[in-house]
């Protein structure tokens, strides 16, 4: 980064990426909270234990995650910047346009299975 400035169109990929991963994320940890007593320990433990564990993974198993998909966006952006950061040791990506879908049916199935849990559930209120 020269003086100091992001390149051109790093700071867009970089917002879209954290508005996606932030959708996702919330879909997908709804969906767990609708069946289970604690959801934020199962949210939490699936973020740091299962995401983190199967995204530095070498291979193709990188793919069940959701961070390798938003990797995939920024890196299918601008991978001559992001080839050069230590932190992203990805070889292989998907296209922007994979990336985007496999999020997207992500995302619908999370808030579809969640919507479908709590249709079905029979919730007590209790004081």
């Known amino acids: 980064m020269e003086n ?3 390149p051109d169109g790093l700071f867009e990929a970089v ?3 954290a508005l996606l991963g932030a959708a996702v994320y919330s879909a997908l940890f709804a969906a767990l909270g609708t069946s289970n007593r604690h959801p ?3 949210g939490l433990g699936y973020a740091f234990a299962i995401e ?3 995204s530095n993974l070498p291979g193709s198993s990188q793919a069940l995650s ?3 998909y938003l990797r995939s966006t920024l890196l299918s952006a601008n991978p001559e ?4 950061l230590q932190e992203v040791q990805l070889k292989t990506y998907d296209t922007t ?3 985007l879908t496999t999020l997207a049916i992500v ?3 999370s808030l579809a299975a969640g919507s479908w849990v709590i249709s079905r559930r029979q919730y007590i209120l209790s004081a």
């Open 4 to 6: 100091g400035k992001l």
């Open 15 to 17: 917002l879209v990426s």
């Open 40 to 42: 934020m320990i199962v």
């Open 52 to 54: 983190l564990f199967l």
């Open 66 to 68: 959701v961070q390798y």
């Open 81 to 84: 910047l992001w080839g050069r």
């Open 97 to 99: 346009a994979e990336a």
């Open 107 to 109: 995302l619908v199935v």
